[in-house]
């Protein structure tokens, strides 16, 4: 009887390159404010946000995610043909199918590529991370491009006091690859659907079809719940991820939790007792919230400022609608 082949496994991946794109325009907390009752004191109050970004007309989930990718592939030297599957992950791409990464992959050349969107909302990047750590290490994908590009100025109302002020546009992307030595520990990932509620659309898309409606389905929030929510499962979910890691909180370099608002990383941080040494990204501060992208993007701040270097250990820790939550430890590349 015949066997089926299996493909070659490897011992290990790891995070070969980074690359993100952030847009042009950067918005700051006043023109935020002329269409909400609020001023930049209780913004950044609130959240730590002083500025964000909003994408143009041409920068769209895709053409954002593109040229993250394409930077990460640079750094990483990936050649388009030796990329086997393309992980988007994002919240805010408006066409029901096809999907978006398929263009991705059609845009980076890697034609060979299976690709798909991953709908994790903020937690998307570590779920994503979580699938390439697999591909790879099964010998299904000899390189994946993880992808989080998010366009949240066209999914959250302008005048809404309870969102408004959060979100920002951008991409941000790595390339894993596979190691001899593990670099990119177990992933802990779970979900509170009873609770979805909580950072939801106000409405179906199917309500716009009514010629009567009022504008597009936008994002809303309950945020002090999830304030409540975030502050408790951050730290639980990040201490089983380092057990599952076998390292210590003293063995961090950085912590990089999804960047929603500044105060619930101020709150995790002291929770964790994190060790001086250890960099906590504030990304949010200049970016905003921008949901799947925030993590790769905050990689990125970390190491060209040089708050990090290349080998330490990073923890991620993604949370948002769902409720979906994931971490991982990294080692950086």
Sequence with gaps: MARLRTPERSPGSRILGVGVYRPTRVVDNDEICAGIDSSDAWIRRRSGIVTRRFAGPDETVITMAAEAARKAMAQSGTHPDDVGMVLLATMSFLEQAPAAAPRVAHLLGARAAGSLDIGAACSGFCYALGLADSLVRSGDARAVVVVGSEKMSDIVDPRD???????????????????????????????????????????????????????????????????????????????????????????????VPHQANARIVDAAARTLGLAPHTAVAKDVVTAGNTSAASIPLAIDELLSQGRVSSGGLALLVGFGAGLAHAAQVVTLP
């Design 161 to 255: 006091r309870g969102t408004a002020f959060l979100f920002g546009d951008g991409a941000g992307a790595v390339v894993v690859g596979p190691s001899d030595t593990p670099g990119i520990g177990p992933v802990v990932w779970g979900a509170d659907g009873e609770r979805h509620h909580m950072i939801a659309h106000d409405r179906t898309w199917l309500d716009a079809r009514n010629p009567h409606a009022t504008p597009w389905p936008t994002l809303r929030m309950t945020g002090p719940e999830v304030f409540r929510w975030a502050t408790r499962v951050v730290p639980e979910i990040s201490r089983q991820a380092l057990a599952k890691a076998g390292v210590e909180v003293a063995d961090l370099a950085a912590f």
